[in-house]
């Protein structure tokens, strides 16, 4: 049996969305997730659970191939070709440009030890302002300090 591969499924399922003129925060509402988790999930970055692969497939008709993709765990590596997306460029420069003040900041804060990207949570939303419309993002990540702890043995 040949498997379709995770992100190439989140592309035909994002398209079902498109055709079905539903949202992704629509998508999110109904399965009782993040709209910044489901639209990462679907797209191929999570594995999605049982219960909310079976909302999707209900919202979106999804034939058994789809829902099977969705709850694989993925490979999390990058497509080097999505890095020559404007948008995702944008964020590579965000922290070119900010990564050194921000990790100086939080060990200023926190001390020896990093944001996880593992135990996170992401909002976005838009901001109104004067100059136009801001994208307003908040990541909530859980610090991890360095700590050495010795093997047992």
């Known amino acids: 049996m040949d498997l379709i591969e995770k992100r190439t499924a989140g592309e035909i399922?994002?398209?079902?969305?498109?055709?079905?003129?539903?949202?992704?925060?629509?998508?999110?509402?109904?399965?009782?997730?993040?709209?910044?988790?489901?639209?990462?999930?679907?797209?191929?970055?999570?594995?999605?659970?049982?219960?909310?692969?079976?909302?999707?497939a209900e919202q979106l008709e999804l034939e058994d191939d789809l829902v099977e993709a969705l709850r694989r765990q993925p490979y999390r590596t990058i497509d080097p070709e999505l890095l020559s997306d404007p948008t995702i460029y944008r964020f590579q420069e965000l922290i070119q440009v900010y990564g050194p003040a921000l990790k100086a900041l939080i060990?200023?804060?926190?001390?020896?030890?990093?944001?996880?990207?593992?135990?996170?949570?992401?909002?976005?939303?838009?901001?109104?302002?004067?100059?136009?419309d801001r994208v307003v993002l908040t990541i909530d990540g859980k610090f991890l300090s360095y700590d050495w702890v010795a093997s047992e043995g």
């Open 13 to 56: 399922i994002d398209a079902r969305r498109r055709a079905k003129g539903l949202t992704w925060a629509q998508l999110a509402e109904a399965s009782g997730r993040p709209v910044v988790w489901l639209t990462s999930a679907v797209l191929g970055a999570h594995p999605v659970p049982e219960e909310v692969a079976a909302t999707l």
């Open 107 to 132: 060990h200023e804060e926190f001390g020896d030890g990093i944001m996880s990207a593992i135990n996170c949570s992401i909002d976005l939303r838009r901001g109104s302002h004067p100059g136009g």
